[in-house]
Nanobody, 120 residues
Framework: QVQLVESGGGLVQPGGSLRLSCAASGSIFSINFMGWYRQAPAKEREQVAGITSGGSTNYADSVKGRFTISRDVAKNTVSLQMNSLKPEDTAVYYC??????????????WGRGTQVTVSS
């Protein structure tokens, strides 16, 4: 069993910054991909950013140049530095990971989410 636990959400004014973190724990042989999705009220969940085991990153167009994803392979953590936040960034942010366990099976996991609210 694997758990993903997010932290770092909160309320911030437009133009401000927040840093989200996610820690994976449990039966983990390797983590192939980690990323962040978000879901605003009445909207579908969308990918925000992702990072592979090799360090390749991708971002949604709406956050390019403002958000930066990073990963600590040794600690099984991923972070999302969010700068120049806008009200439209308000959403619940979810951490996700694609993990290979010790039996060689691959699974996808989700965290419970952390609320980010950008408002004056």
């Amino acid at each position: 069993q694997v758990q993903l636990v997010e932290s770092g959400g909160g309320l911030v004014q437009p133009g401000g910054s927040l840093r989200l973190s996610c820690a994976a724990s449990g039966s983990i042989f390797s983590i192939n991909f980690m990323g962040w999705y978000r879901q605003a009220p009445a909207k579908e969940r969308e990918q925000v950013a992702g990072i592979t085991s090799g360090g390749s990153t991708n971002y949604a167009d709406s956050v390019k140049g403002r958000f930066t994803i990073s990963r600590d392979v040794a600690k099984n953590t991923v972070s999302l530095q969010m700068n120049s936040l806008k009200p439209e960034d308000t959403a619940v942010y979810y951490c996700t990971a694609h993990i290979t366990d010790y039996s060689g099976k691959n699974y996808g996991y989700w965290g419970r989410g952390t609320q980010v609210t950008v408002s004056s």
